[in-house]
C-alpha cells in the first residue's frame, strides 16, 4: 500500500478507473460520486445530483463520461471533467420526490454497464427488468427483459452478450440487438480517447462542433 483516499461516504460499494488511468471514480454512502486524479496529487472532485447511495460507477470506453447507480431509482451520466450532469435515466415513473427518493423503495438500481460501442447502457433493476438503453433515445429503454433479483450486470468486449448475475447464484445471458454508430461517434471516440473536456474547450473548432465532442447533445 502506497497511498489512502479518505471519502465523505462511511463506505465505499464501488470503484472505477478510466480507461487512460488517469481517473479512478469511487461511489458510496455518500449521496454523491469522488472522481479522483492521480495526475494532480490525487485531488478528488465530487460529484452531486444523486439522493441516496450510489452503488456501482462505470467510464465510457472512451473515458468522457461516467455513469452512476443508485438507490434513488435513477443513473445519471456524467463529464468527468467538468462535474455536468449531461443526463438522467428514471426507473420509476413519474420520478419520485426526493423525500421518497431518498428513502426505501422498489426501485433501486443495482447495476450498470456501458458498451463498447459508448452509445449503449446496461441498468438492473429492483423493479424486476433489465434494461438496454441508446443514450441518444432515451424516452425509454431500447430493450427490456424480466429479471428478478438481480444482482450485477455486464456487457462483453465486443457487446454481444450482457450477464446478469443474481441471488440465487445465477447467470443469465442475453443477447441486445447489435447496431453499427456512425462513423462521426467513432471518430469522437478515438478523439476523447486523447483529449479531455477542458482540452476540448481550447481547439479552434465551431462551437457546435465542441458541444458534439463533449457529449453535449446528451444534455438535460
Not at 478528488?44 to 455513469?67: N, R, W
Amino acid at each position: 500500500m502506497f497511498k489512502t483516499l479518505r471519502t465523505k461516504g462511511k463506505w465505499n460499494y464501488s470503484c472505477n478507473w478510466s480507461p487512460n488511468s488517469e481517473l479512478l471514480a469511487l461511489s458510496g454512502n455518500s449521496k454523491s460520486i469522488a472522481i479522483c486524479n492521480v495526475k494532480k496529487n490525487y485531488h478528488i472532485k465530487e460529484l452531486t445530483g444523486h439522493y441516496h447511495d450510489i452503488v456501482c460507477c462505470e467510464f465510457s470506453p472512451d473515458g468522457a463520461l461516467v455513469a452512476t447507480a443508485s438507490y434513488d431509482t435513477k443513473v445519471i451520466i456524467w463529464d468527468p471533467y467538468t462535474c455536468d450532469s449531461l443526463l438522467e435515466l428514471g426507473h420509476l415513473f413519474p420520478p419520485p420526490r426526493p423525500i421518497f427518493a431518498g428513502g426505501a423503495n422498489d426501485h433501486y438500481v443495482r447495476g450498470i454497464s456501458f458498451s463498447s460501442d459508448g452509445m449503449h447502457l446496461v441498468s438492473i433493476s429492483d423493479d424486476g427488468y433489465v434494461r438496454y438503453w441508446n443514450l441518444e433515445n432515451t424516452s425509454n429503454p431500447e430493450q427490456i427483459a424480466e429479471y428478478s433479483n438481480a444482482l450485477c450486470c455486464s456487457v462483453s468486449h465486443n457487446g454481444h452478450s450482457i450477464a446478469v448475475g443474481d441471488r440465487n447464484g445465477d447467470v443469465k445471458f442475453y443477447n441486445p440487438r447489435q447496431k453499427v454508430p456512425s462513423l462521426q461517434h467513432f471518430s469522437r471516440m478515438a478523439i476523447r480517447k486523447c483529449l479531455d473536456s477542458t482540452c476540448i474547450d481550447h481547439l479552434h473548432l465551431p462551437i457546435r462542433l465542441k458541444e458534439y465532442l463533449k457529449y453535449h447533445p446528451f444534455s438535460i
